[in-house]
C-alpha cells in the first residue's frame, strides 16, 4: 500500500492569535485569551488550552467545558505523556538535530505529528500529520498542544507571517 499524498496547511501568525488553513478554508483558531489560556473552536465545540505548574507543568484542553485531553508526569527527566479522553495516549520526542522539532508519538512509537524548523526558502515550520491520521479532532488537539509548546519556536524563528506546513 501506497502512503497518502500529502497536504498542505498554511498558518497565519498574528499578535495574540494564530491561523491554521487548509486549500485556503479556515480548519481552526488558536486565540490567546488575557488569562493565559489559548482558545479555538473546531467541529462546533468550544475549546481552551491551559497549562498549569512550573516544576512539574501540566496542559490541559477542554471541550465545551469537558476535559477532553491532558499531559501525565512522566517522571524525572523524561517527556509527559499525553493522555485523551477517549484513551488514546501520546508521547512527545524533543530534538534540535539539526534544528528545533517537536514530534508526537502514538502508544506504538510512531510519529504521528511533528512540527519542525526548517530552513529551505527559508526558515519556516514544516507540520507532519502520518497518513493514516485524519485532520479530526484528534490531530486539532495535537496542533493545539504542539502550538502551545512549539509557538515560542514558531513566532520567535520563523520571521514571517505565513508558515507552509506539509501535512501527510
Do not use: C
Amino acid at each position: 500500500m501506497g502512503t497518502a499524498a500529502p497536504t498542505y496547511l498554511r498558518w497565519v501568525l498574528h499578535t495574540g492569535r494564530a491561523q491554521v488553513f487548509h486549500r485556503d478554508q479556515p480548519v481552526v483558531e488558536f486565540v490567546d485569551a488575557a488569562n493565559g489560556e489559548k482558545r479555538f473552536t473546531f467541529g462546533g465545540h468550544a475549546y481552551s488550552l491551559r497549562t498549569s505548574g512550573i516544576w512539574k507543568p501540566r496542559t490541559m484542553i477542554q471541550r465545551d467545558g469537558t476535559e477532553v485531553l491532558h499531559t501525565v508526569d512522566a517522571g524525572a527527566f523524561k517527556q509527559p505523556r499525553i493522555a485523551l479522553a477517549d484513551g488514546t495516549s501520546y508521547s512527545t520526542q524533543w530534538s534540535n538535530k539539526p534544528l528545533a522539532k517537536l514530534a508526537f508519538r502514538d502508544a506504538t512509537g510512531k510519529e504521528v505529528l511533528s512540527l519542525r524548523l526548517a530552513t529551505e526558502s527559508g526558515v519556516h515550520i514544516e507540520t507532519l500529520l502520518a497518513g493514516d491520521m485524519p485532520l479530526d479532532e484528534r490531530a486539532v488537539l495535537l496542533l493545539a498542544l504542539g502550538y502551545e509548546h512549539f509557538g515560542g519556536v514558531m513566532r520567535g524563528d520563523s520571521g514571517a507571517d505565513d508558515l507552509l506546513l506539509l501535512v501527510g
